[in-house]
DNA sequence: ATTTGGCTATAACCGATGGCTATGGACGTT
DNA sequence: AACGTCCATAGCCATCGGTTATAGCCAAAT
């Protein structure tokens, strides 16, 4: 028998039922309107009635529809309170959270405020910028975000967000003058590096990987994003870094440019591929995967 | 949020905390042991917490697990109601089916029973060999359980059983004797056919896809299973039956033989393209469909 | 001590589901 | 008549939920 419903259904349902317009409810659930309305023909053939009446000018609850309408608000805030309840019967988990700073997008935020809510404990954890696997080689954090590549074996990562490379230049290098850079032009420059001990990272935000092997020069190594800048400002290097970030970090005395022909930096949410706690996998759940590609945006 | 959960979830944590036993359970369930398993991880995942300690010797609930269970069976239970209660909230649907003698296969039973008991109105409609549609032609049923091919454009269908077609022979046929029958020694006898107006399907049971072109025998024209086994008995010719037919018409004066080389004849529910109408579409999809090749037994 | 048997987990595979973008088609409005 | 609004359809792709086959674990038995 067909019976058992995806209550994210009712749902939809109830939020249609509430706007009585697909393309408005559709906003709202963060969906297409196809998406939206091709759900909510599959729930009305699983149930084998009607629930909305689709008139030229406006769309209507049938019968059906009006009678179900309250139960499934009733059903949904219900699954939401024994969800809670069943958590908390058990002992509190706390997950700690390994974050470098400069990671910013306010993903720390995120993370308290949603599972906080939720009646979980989150611990924060801000590591340095020398150790690249954020507490997770010392089992110091649970999960981590971290720029790719991985520091280490043994650790899995999701992509959040794939963001261009920019670079910083202190306002008066000849560089600053065009709008767009080519890493060629920058290649020879001196660089403001992550410390060794960042591991592949380190390499990364040198763009080894546009490298041709070719080793870069490294004109200082800084522990914080205030050496970084500060070290910029003075004229002892160049840096890299996402796009986002230089937004975030401006400063009268740097200025930062696109890199033309650079590949996209990607920050990730990282854990032991060998932790297989379900606390762990719902809090990386929680966070939608970027897309794989060039995303299609609109 | 991924907050939703698929009811049918649910509904597997119910039986499996009931056994506490996979295997046991997924037998329960119609399902494999590991497909319980997964669906189970999966449910854990997403809460976010473990609902059954796996131990070596056996399986035990979880606080939450514990705390879990019997909302879970609310939930699940409340839904059911919900639906009946939704359904019956609108005019009571009458849906009519249409099926010529000689199906068999407790289809009817079925279908009137599966159906009445959630408060549909089913009606049966019998339609004689002349009307290859069923009723499905002239609007009088809204599905109907055929054997392919189609009689008509405009038609869809699932296919709901295959199986081999048979020979039903008279008693003393010199073919009789063996155990099975090569079509090739069946081809030039006189055949027992369905009216012409049966359309296609005619052609099937005198198994024209065998034949190359060239044109069956025709002993007489029959319109019922009694004028068919009737006709065979009084040696006016020989008739393809399928295999769970030839099982359900037993007859002294008449025996059957399986036929090799002849591909399997298809049983299928069949309804209009055009007929989108949910209730139609639950109805089908409460039948489940043949696999489409030689399916995995086991 | 090794084998056997019972039970759950993993792997590899496959069709169906659920999302997306782009486009179509019905209908009211201008 | 042309346009705008809104729902449906088409085509695409990743994930899901199922399958069979097989591995791995542990206790009981040889």
Known sequence: MAMDVHLRDLRYFTVLAEHLHFTVAAQKLYISQPALSKQIRALERQLGFPLLDRRP????????????????????????ETWQA???????????VGMQTAVGRNLQREALTRFRDEGWRISLRLVSWEDPTAGLGDGGSDVAFLW???????????????????VSLPVG??????????FAD???EAFVALPRAAGPVREFWLAADA??????????????????????????????IAEKNAQLYQRPDVVHRPVRDLAPAELALVWRANDTRPEVAAFVAAFPA???GAAGSQ
Chains 1, 2 share one sequence.
């Open 57 to 80: 000018r406006e769309v209507v609850l049938t019968p059906q529809g009006q009678a179900l309408l309250p139960r499934a608000r009733e059903l949904v805030a219900a699954w939401q």
């Open 86 to 96: 069943a958590r908390s019967a058990g002992p509190t988990f706390t997950l700690t």
């Open 148 to 166: 790719l590549p991985l520091p280490a074996p043994g650790l899995v990562s999701r992509t959040l967000i794939r963001e261009p490379r920019w």
């Open 173 to 182: 290098h000849p560089l600053a003058a065009k709008p767009e850079v080519d």
């Open 186 to 188: 920058l290649a020879d």
């Open 211 to 240: 490298r041709d092997g070719r080793e870069p020069r490294i004109g200082i190594e800084v522990t914080s994003p205030a050496d970084t800048f500060e070290a910029i400002a003075s004229g002892l290097g160049v840096a890299l």
């Open 290 to 292: 970027a897309p794989s």
